[in-house]
Nanobody
């Protein structure tokens, strides 16, 4: 059974940085990792994605501030978040598309002004 475990969330001040990690276990094939977020009263939205071939995409709201990367040997995907803004406050979810689609439990990121 595939499990995704996120870590690295917490409280940051505006302009600060956080680094999220997501470790996948139980999967022998991970084609596409994605980070989503859901802010208070908002719909879940795609933040960034990275394929096994290294193709990367970002939401316009985070481009230039966030960086997604993956370590295939460690079955881990990262989201480096810099220049954080209060509007980045959300629960961040790791998503894996492989032989199926899987979600982590989410990690809270709170950015204070």
């Amino acid at each position: 059974q595939v499990q995704l475990v996120e870590s690295g969330g917490g409280l940051a001040q505006a302009g600060g940085s956080l680094r999220l990690s997501c470790v996948a276990s139980g999967s022998s094939f991970s084609w596409w990792y994605r980070w989503y977020r859901q802010g208070p009263g908002k719909q879940r939205e795609l933040v960034a994605g990275i394929t096994s071939g290294g193709t990367i995409n970002y939401a316009g709201s985070v481009k230039g501030r966030f960086t997604i990367s993956r370590d295939n040997a460690k079955n881990t995907v990262y989201l480096q978040m810099n220049s954080l803004k209060p509007e980045d406050t959300a629960v961040y979810y790791c998503n894996l598309v492989g032989r199926g689609e899987y979600w982590g439990q989410g990690t809270q990121v709170t950015v204070s002004s």
